[in-house]
């Protein structure tokens, strides 16, 4: 029996016995904490001048977000490898003989010795992690900028990095007690740690080899390391939010993931070492049922990590590819059995899981080349849809911005970056599911997917499924664009306020607009013209007219002008403008100036036109002859002005522009004269053709 002074003491001896532990760890923390909040103020105190308001106020909010980054430091994997150390160093004992038996003579029960030893590691991590941390905020407190915002975030953070710690000090732990040989149970370690991140790269690889509906159009910033910690890591950019009940929103489902795991591996560690028999030591998995199952994992996953680049480098050959898994199953499997016996000769051991495992990886292969999961023809019902959002390819007026607001002048306001796919999972919540649905079902019906890459007319869409049980599922829809149906359908889910809001997304912001002073232009798409008019009143009258705006229209028509809305801080928006559009039009002419959309030949002294002719590298990849590109210039009045029927400023061209490789081929440059007050003379601006190119053009670049 035990006494709990007994068990404080023999803890504290530990940990006296672990010196070198307590120094790596308090010098990591102090690197991490400490002296990052020093380097963080010292260089924005450098950088930022403080003589004026709005520049004292940019640069104390400077220092509130320095703050805030330095305590709320997320690097994984500097806290997973102290788990990785602190583990190894401290149940490592259990594979050397003299210890163990030396240990077993000791009057001690079995969970007592480990719970001694796992709440001495524990001890080591949390009294570095606290001390240092708070070394750091009374740095950031003698500053005078310390606030709540640095504190929530810390304490957030805390919470994100003991968990972290946590997992993998239990995972060293359960490698250990399940080896017998130190060197094996680092390699479980590392490949336990570093595997995961190969098996969901190669899924991914594969997914997008085979599946032509997968998508990544909505994934989120993701530590590339290891997949146990993507959801864990989103780094700077879940900084970037500047909104910590936003972060744990995004987060929820990982964060209970990672509870639910991390309480796992904690358990399991327990149950490992109790159960740890006396003859495990100097095997390297003394479980044969686990040897099996071990093998019957690793197998598939590292021949279908070898299938990827035999793949991508054997011209797409699914039978080379085929061939080159089972070679590596095998390779993978004897080298284990190696492994496991501690002996070359036990290679050739237990061949017959070594050939399940290569039959496991056919199996798998089999899987992605005839999308044995019907990945492709997945469309779910409309019922069990709760919201979506979608990616309308390509999009032109989808500037993803947010406000930055501060505690100074609004002139001082900063803008954020938002990751596209952050942003539509956060933002973009749409209802019309029986109209998704539909048109989904046509795309698989007609199986457009199998001809998007000859058929120009087939247009790809990124679709988000938000299923009623919290499941996301994100796929590509194809739609033929000459399908009226389909084109109806489009229009009853692009013609919703909610879709307008995201693709301009201005709209929302209009409020911010008014209270940073935007300068708005209008634009023909050579000439600007100022405006003088509240930002949200211009944008009222835009919104009013844009519920007209549907898919046919953002197809079909070029915009005959566009608003541009100009911030201090460099940032800017800008709303197209149609010929119907009479509400915006009568606000632009009303305090400002509308330019017309037409160009008059007079205006311009002569267009150049270039015809690249990428075809001829199309024909042939190894081709090295002379430059195919023909350059004509145009100054015939009348051939200008036949031009100008069918072309657009290029920055004013449809929403959604469908250019065919031809059209693809051509650049052109409008040459303006002195006679058009918007442009210098000998100024030139790009210019596209809005349809076909005139045959007497191609004729002269041919």
């Not at 290679?347 to 992605?368: D, E, H, M």
């Amino acid at each position: 029996m035990t006494s709990k002074r007994s068990f404080w003491a023999d803890l504290i001896k530990l940990n006296k016995q672990k010196a070198w532990m307590w120094i790596l760890c308090v010098i990591t923390m102090l690197g991490l904490f400490p002296f990052v909040m020093v380097v963080y103020l010292n260089r924005i105190t450098m950088w930022f001048p403080t003589e004026t308001p709005a520049q004292l106020a940019v640069f104390e909010e400077q220092m509130r977000e320095a703050i805030c980054d330095a305590l709320a430091f997320r690097d994984s994997v500097v806290y997973m490898l102290l788990g990785i150390v602190l583990g190894i160093g401290i149940f490592g004992y259990l594979n050397n003989r003299s210890k163990v038996d030396m240990l077993k003579s000791i009057p001690v029960k079995h969970k007592t010795m480990f719970l001694r030893d796992y709440v001495s590691g524990l001890i080591i991590y949390i009294v570095s992690y606290v001390l240092c941390s708070c070394l750091a905020i009374i740095t950031a407190s003698v500053w005078g900028y310390m606030n709540m915002l640095a504190f929530k975030e810390f304490i957030f953070s805390t919470f994100l990095n003991v968990m972290i710690f946590l997992f993998y000090y239990s995972l060293s732990i359960i490698c250990i007690c399940l080896t017998g040989n130190m060197i094996v149970a680092v390699g479980g370690i590392l490949g336990l740690s570093f595997g995961p991140m190969l098996v969901v790269d190669t899924i991914d690889s594969f997914k997008f080899f085979f599946f032509k509906t997968a998508t990544g159009m909505f994934d989120v910033p993701r530590d590339t390391l290891f997949p146990g910690l993507y959801s864990m890591d989103y780094g700077y950019w879940l900084k970037e939010m500047n909104d910590l009940g936003k972060e744990i929103r995004f987060m929820r489902t990982d964060l209970i993931a990672w509870v639910i795991l991390t309480v796992a591996a904690v358990i399991l560690s327990y149950i490992c070492y109790m159960k740890r028999p006396s003859e495990a030591m100097h095997k390297a998995v003394y479980s044969k049922p686990l040897r099996t199952i071990l093998k019957l994992m690793i197998i598939p996953a590292a021949a279908l990590t070898v299938a990827v680049p035999v793949f991508q480098s054997s011209a797409d050959s699914k039978l080379i590819t085929a061939i080159a898994a089972v070679i590596a199953a095998f390779i993978v499997g004897m080298t284990l059995e190696g492994v496991f016996a501690l002996d070359v000769k036990g290679a050739v051991r237990s061949i017959w899981s070594t050939a399940l495992g290569a039959v496991l990886t056919l199996g798998l292969l089999a899987v992605f080349y005839f999308d044995l999961i019907g990945y492709d023809d997945y469309v779910p019902k409309a019922s069990s849809i709760k919201s979506y959002a979608i990616e309308t390819y390509p999009y032109a007026y989808g500037e993803r911005f947010e406000f930055k607001k501060t505690d100074g002048p609004v002139s001082t306001y900063g803008m954020n970056w938002v990751n596209e796919g952050a942003y539509k999972r956060e933002n973009m919540i749409l209802k019309t599911t029986d109209a998704l649905v539909k048109l989904a079902n046509i795309s698989v019906e007609n199986n457009y997917q199998d001809s998007q890459t000859e058929n120009p007319d087939i247009m790809g869409m990124a679709v988000l499924y938000r299923l009623r049980g919290g499941v996301e599922v994100p796929r590509m829809i194809y739609v033929d664009i000459n399908d009226q149906a389909s084109l109806d359908l489009l229009d009853e889910i692009v013609g919703t306020p909610e879709f307008r809001s995201y693709l301009f997304a201005v709209i929302g912001q209009k409020d911010e607009l008014d209270e940073m002073g935007a300068t708005i232009l209008y634009s023909n798409g050579v000439g600007f013209e100022p405006v003088s008019v509240e930002p949200s009143d211009l944008i009222d009258s835009w919104a009013e007219d844009a519920q007209s705006f549907d898919f046919t229209k953002g197809l079909r028509e070029d915009p005959s002008g566009k608003i541009v809305f100009k911030l201090a801080n460099g940032a800017e928006y800008s709303l197209p403008v149609y010929d119907d559009f009479g509400n915006t039009i009568s606000s632009i002419r009303k305090h400002g100036g509308y330019l017309p959309g037409e160009f008059n030949a007079s205006d311009i002294d002569s267009i150049t036109i270039t015809n690249y002719h990428y075809e001829v590298y199309e024909s042939s990849e190894d081709y090295y002859g002379d430059d195919p590109s023909v350059t004509v210039t145009i100054d015939d009045p009348e051939d200008i002005k036949e031009i100008l029927k069918c072309s657009k400023p290029d920055n004013l061209t449809k929403v959604w522009k469908r250019y065919s490789p031809e059209m693809d081929n051509y650049q052109m440059n409008v040459f303006f004269n002195s006679s058009y007050e918007y442009a210098k003379k000998g100024e030139f601006f790009c210019f596209v053709f809005t349809e076909e190119v005139p045959d007497w053009v191609k004729a002269l670049t041919e």
